[in-house]
């Protein structure tokens, strides 16, 4: 029987699945192959284990580890509400991490960058794992590098991200969108950022569908008003695990109150296909300050999500 433990160093194929022990085995992201081979690879899950740019609680470095440890569960059973495998339509593999040296970190971006840039080589979409949030702009400076800039973005967060920094060397999780729309790599008229509670005086004409707007007007609108915001443009999906109120995600760095459920989260998610969607990621996860891996589990459902939402596309188009 040992053809059924440890999927993830021994399975020869790119899709489908099989049965595991969820409590046994190596814990890749939902038990996919870990690989280096981008050969006919659809979608490569990496981590970015970076927490050097906090203003509050560090911790984030451990996150992609904590995501892939919570997602064994997900990987037993066909995806809900889905209804179907993900992995019969796309060949998904855990790339492993993206290599930094904290020694140096003024490397930091240069090596995500190239990390990413590799994988759009490949034409694979990447789904990365944080670490804290600025490892989203070199993210997208290299999805500009491939497919232009003015990018849509949607951005799940309590926080815009929006502060002001002109220095565009420093370190920040509170400023690289910021640099992003300054410096054109994304588009604010076409972007959308959802759950915001923290106020900053220059939002940089990003569409705000703050926590208060969520909960008044509620899910259906909040989809609608996203879709209409980036039509088919080229659209990266960002989800900081704050945007889920402290107490569905209270393992973070910045937690805020008054935040959207996991439910909520999800159900706005889970309603964005159709979109041109070319790469995602999940951050700020901080095991330290979790309690029973509910933030990991949260943010192991969004990842999943974000697969079946390429999926469910692909089903459609055939």
């Not at 046994?24 to 038990?31: I, L, N």
């Not at 090596?111 to 990413?116: E, G, M, P, T, V």
């Not at 002109?166 to 729309?181: C, P, Q, R, V």
């Not at 004409?205 to 703050?210: I, T, W």
């Amino acid at each position: 029987m040992s053809e059924l433990v440890d999927a993830a160093i021994a399975r020869k194929a790119l899709k489908g699945s099989q049965f595991e022990m969820t409590y046994g085995g190596v814990t890749s992201f939902m038990r996919r192959n870990y690989t280096k081979d981008l050969t006919n690879v659809d979608v490569a899950v990496s981590g970015v284990p970076f927490d050097l740019a906090v203003t509050y609680r560090s911790g984030a470095r451990l996150g992609p580890r904590a995501i892939r440890a919570a997602s064994v569960q997900l990987a037993e059973l066909t995806t809900f509400p889905w209804g179907f495998n993900p992995f019969d339509e796309l060949a998904v593999i855990d790339y492993g991490d993206c290599f930094l040296d904290p020694h140096n970190p003024l490397t930091t971006p240069h090596a995500i960058q190239a990390h990413i840039r590799n994988l759009l080589d490949h034409n694979v979409f990447p789904l990365t794992f944080g670490g804290d949030h600025y490892i989203t702009y070199p993210i997208l400076k290299a999805m500009a590098e491939k497919y232009g800039k003015g990018l849509s973005v949607i951005h799940f967060d309590a926080h815009c991200d929006t502060w002001r920094d002109d220095d565009e060397d420093s370190l920040n999780h509170g400023t690289m969108f910021y640099k992003a729309i300054k410096n054109g790599v994304v588009d604010p008229k076409h972007s959308a950022q959802i759950g915001i509670r923290t106020w900053n005086q220059d939002f940089m004409g990003m569409n705000v569908l703050d926590a208060p707007f969520v909960h008044e007007h509620g899910v259906k609108t909040v989809i609608e008003r996203v879709k209409q915001i980036v039509g088919d443009r080229p659209t990266y999906i960002t989800f900081d695990i704050d945007c889920l109120d402290p107490a569905f995600a209270p393992g973070t760095g910045t937690p805020v109150s008054g935040g959207l459920s996991s439910a909520q989260g999800l159900a706005i998610l889970r309603g964005l296909t159709g979109l041109n969607l070319i790469g995602a990621d999940v951050v700020e996860v901080a095991p330290a300050y979790d309690h029973a891996e509910i933030t990991a589990i949260a943010a192991a459902h969004v990842a999943c999500d974000m697969i079946c939402l390429l999926a469910h596309d692909k089903k459609i188009k055939k």
